[in-house]
């Protein structure tokens, strides 16, 4: 179950505190269980306490944040796009 | 403000600062070229002119290192400023620094940050609260005037109350997140902490309305309108429930009196019922949880902030990147989010805390048919001792009982002093908090800013202060 929680997060935990971690997790799980116990059937999901209908502005093209600004700001860039690590042949 | 004043505000800032941490900067040079444009302009006599500010360190501030105390987010200066710090900036106030914090917002007690804790400007021993703590010692310190805090679950209202200044967490939708570094979009406020209400109010007229940048923040009423002007005939509900068990007999006593307080200039007390209060943690962190590994999916290093080679793959560079990058607390968060919102769990654990949080909503309307605010404690507890609970998940989240349910409804509410307990050599802040009903934030704060026309809690300073440090 962890395990696939932090595969589902890309997250890897180093093997020293991994047993510290899978306690605390259980234990949070555990504590979240108390939500079971209260019967929901005729509630709607609150999924946003938003009242009204979203304000939409017009459509139309206007001036966002530039290309070079935000290339500059990562962590590798060539030729005016992201750079990352060869992804062919590199699946796991 | 003039040059030398400004001056000797930073130095006196930075001198303190070294004792408390509040700080993840002072921008001082930033400070003092925007304060002389501000003169230039005549801003410097607009609604927020002369005044000082922190900005929490996950609002985005053009030019300047925005990285939500998260070492995957060291160095990443950010390209635009948030419309919050925006409209500050427009309306005369000097940001002064970027203020420490719990990585992404993660915390109650300004630990979890990749820059060291933050201390209380009451006992430098104890945790100020958090996530917003450095905003909240900031002000308690007299560092700034105000500051811009975030509020997901009570943010901005418990720092507030565990170091005895005001702090404001507006109905959901009032402040524009744009350029709020995202923690959990259904519940992320931008809020407003200072000592007195009254600048409270100024500062949040002046950064809350419509933004082209954020469907969600909708067109607002001015706040002076409706907003009595004293307590006088006040309908107030004390919540059964936020006296009760969790809650320090000493904080319950402290806002009692308030309570009694507010009776004699003429409010009318009574107890109600929330009968879904103890649901609101679980509740609370199933939701914020699941939002959270949302959004901070996005942290891949790729586009900004630090990037990690690890095995030299995609994949291999990505769980690298996070693995390093995120502290324990925000690792712990974005795999329970993630195993909340998985296949076979999604319905028993994230809908049916979606159904749990409509109950939670459904209380408060009950509640308001009857009253017109809510005063209950902000925070169970006075100020912990650094420390006391950073290897327990559950005592941590325990500490937001009293201030997720108004957040999970969307809900207005206000933290504002009434009063200091004695614990062995030192005074400690309590702080009492004010719920309206959605949309009634006008109210909300002119409740606040009547009480302290009726009270001095608010005039209380720390011993750690910036009026007693030589400049």
């Given at each position: 179950?962890?395990?696939?929680?932090?595969?589902?997060?890309?997250?890897?935990?180093?093997?020293?505190?991994?047993?510290?971690?899978?306690?605390?997790?259980?234990?949070?799980?555990?504590?979240?269980?108390?939500?079971?116990?209260?019967?929901?059937?005729?509630?709607?999901?609150?999924?946003?306490?938003?009242?009204?209908?979203?304000?939409?502005?017009?459509?139309?093209?206007?001036?966002?944040?530039?290309?070079?600004?935000?290339?500059?700001?990562?962590?590798?860039?060539?030729?005016?796009?992201?750079?990352?690590?060869?992804?062919?042949?590199?699946?796991? | 403000?003039?040059?030398?004043?400004?001056?000797?505000?930073?130095?006196?800032?930075?001198?303190?600062?070294?004792?408390?941490?509040?700080f993840a900067s002072i921008e001082?040079?930033?400070?003092?070229?925007?304060?002389?444009?501000?003169?230039?302009?005549?801003?410097?006599?607009?609604?927020?002119?002369?005044?000082?500010?922190?900005?929490?360190a996950?609002?985005?501030?053009?030019?300047v290192e925005?990285?939500?105390?998260?070492?995957?987010?060291?160095?990443?200066?950010?390209?635009?400023?948030?419309?919050?710090?925006?409209?500050?900036?427009?309306?005369?106030?000097?940001?002064?620094g970027v203020?420490?914090?719990?990585?992404?917002?993660?915390?109650?007690?300004?630990?979890?940050?990749?820059l060291?804790?933050?201390?209380?400007?009451?006992?430098?021993?104890?945790?100020?609260?958090?996530?917003?703590?450095?905003?909240?010692?900031?002000?308690?310190?007299?560092?700034?005037?105000?500051?811009?805090?975030?509020?997901?679950?009570?943010?901005?209202?418990?720092?507030?109350?565990?170091?005895?200044?005001?702090?404001?967490?507006?109905?959901?939708?009032?402040?524009?997140?744009?350029?709020?570094?995202?923690?959990?979009?259904?519940?992320?406020?931008?809020?407003?902490?200072?000592?007195?209400?009254?600048?409270?109010?100024?500062?949040?007229?002046?950064?809350?309305?419509?933004?082209?940048?954020?469907?969600?923040?909708?067109?607002?009423?001015?706040?002076?309108?409706?907003?009595?002007?004293?307590?006088?005939?006040?309908?107030?509900?004390?919540?059964?429930?936020?006296?009760?068990?969790?809650?320090?007999?000493?904080?319950?006593?402290?806002?009692?009196?308030?309570?009694?307080?507010?009776?004699?200039?003429?409010?009318?007390?009574?107890?109600?019922?929330?009968?879904?209060?103890?649901?609101?943690?679980?509740?609370?962190?199933?939701?914020?949880?699941?939002?959270?590994?949302?959004?901070?999916?996005?942290?891949?290093?790729?586009?900004?902030?630090?990037?990690?080679?690890?095995?030299?793959?995609?994949?291999?560079?990505?769980?690298?990147?996070?693995?390093?990058?995120?502290?324990?607390?925000?690792?712990?968060?974005?795999?329970?989010?993630?195993?909340?919102?998985?296949?076979?769990?999604?319905?028993?654990?994230?809908?049916?805390?979606?159904?749990?949080?409509?109950?939670?909503?459904?209380?408060?309307?009950?509640?308001?048919?009857?009253?017109?605010?809510?005063?209950?404690?902000?925070?169970?507890?006075?100020?912990?001792?650094?420390?006391?609970?950073?290897?327990?998940?559950?005592?941590?989240?325990?500490?937001?009982?009293?201030?997720?349910?108004?957040?999970?409804?969307?809900?207005?509410?206000?933290?504002?002093?009434?009063?200091?307990?004695?614990?062995?050599?030192?005074?400690?802040?309590?702080?009492?908090?004010?719920?309206?009903?959605?949309?009634?934030?006008?109210?909300?704060?002119?409740?606040?800013?009547?009480?302290?026309?009726?009270?001095?809690?608010?005039?209380?300073?720390?011993?750690?202060?910036?009026?007693?440090?030589?400049?």
């Open positions: 179950m962890i395990d696939q929680a932090l595969r589902l997060a890309r997250l890897h935990v180093p093997e020293q505190e991994r047993a510290g971690f899978a306690r605390d997790f259980a234990r949070v799980l555990e504590s979240f269980a108390l939500l079971r116990e209260l019967d929901v059937s005729g509630l709607e999901p609150l999924r946003t306490p938003s009242t009204r209908v979203d304000s939409l502005r017009d459509d139309r093209l206007e001036p966002a944040l530039e290309r070079e600004r935000l290339l500059e700001i990562a962590p590798q860039a060539q030729d005016g796009f992201f750079a990352v690590p060869k992804t062919i042949g590199g699946e796991r | 403000m003039s040059r030398a004043t400004l001056e000797q505000a930073l130095a006196r800032a930075a001198a303190l600062d070294r004792q408390l941490g509040a001082a040079q930033l400070a003092l070229e925007i304060a002389a444009e501000h003169e230039r302009s005549g801003r410097g006599s607009a609604e927020l002119g002369g005044t000082t500010f922190a900005v929490k996950n609002l985005c501030w053009r030019g925005t990285h939500a105390a998260s070492a995957v987010l060291a160095g990443y200066r950010a390209p635009y400023s948030a419309t919050a710090v925006g409209r500050a900036l427009a309306a005369g106030a000097t940001p002064v203020a420490n914090m719990d990585e992404f917002g993660f915390g109650s007690s300004g630990e979890n940050s990749a060291g804790p933050t201390r209380n400007p009451w006992d430098p021993r104890r945790s100020p609260g958090g996530s917003s703590s450095g905003a909240a010692a900031a002000v308690a310190a007299g560092l700034v005037d105000f500051a811009l805090g975030s509020d997901t679950g009570g943010s901005v209202r418990q720092p507030a109350a565990l170091c005895g200044v005001s702090g404001f967490k507006p109905s959901y939708g009032r402040v524009s997140r744009y350029g709020l570094i995202a923690f959990a979009s259904s519940l992320d406020c931008v809020g407003v902490l200072a000592r007195e209400v009254e600048l409270i109010e100024r500062a949040l007229g002046a950064i809350s309305g419509e933004d082209a940048h954020d469907s969600t923040a909708l067109a607002q009423p001015p706040l002076a309108a409706l907003a009595p002007r004293s307590l006088r005939g006040l309908r107030i509900g004390a919540p059964r429930e936020h006296f009760e068990a969790g809650v320090d007999p000493r904080v319950a006593a402290c806002v009692r009196a308030a309570l009694a307080h507010c009776e004699r200039e003429g409010a009318v007390v009574r107890e109600v019922e929330l009968p879904h209060t103890r649901y609101a943690v679980p509740c609370y962190y199933v939701v914020a949880s699941a939002e959270a590994s949302s959004n901070l999916a996005r942290y891949d290093g790729v586009r900004y902030g630090a990037r990690v080679d690890g095995d030299g793959t995609l994949q291999g560079m990505i769980e690298a990147t996070r693995s390093r990058g995120f502290g324990p607390e925000a690792r712990r968060r974005v795999a329970l989010g993630s195993f909340v919102l998985s296949s076979g769990y999604y319905e028993a654990w994230y809908v049916h805390a979606l159904k749990v949080r409509r109950a939670i909503a459904r209380d408060f309307e009950r509640a308001f048919e009857s009253v017109d605010v809510l005063v209950g404690p902000t925070s169970p507890t006075l100020a912990f001792e650094l420390g006391a609970r950073t290897q327990d998940p559950l005592a941590m989240y325990a500490a937001d009982v009293l201030t997720t349910p108004a957040s999970l409804a969307g809900l207005p509410a206000l933290s504002t002093p009434c009063g200091l307990v004695r614990e062995g050599d030192v005074d400690l802040p309590v702080g009492m908090q004010w719920i309206g009903p959605t949309g009634a934030d006008a109210l909300v704060l002119a409740c606040g800013a009547a009480w302290q026309r009726a009270s001095e809690h608010h005039r209380a300073t720390p011993p750690l202060h910036a009026a007693g440090v030589a400049s």
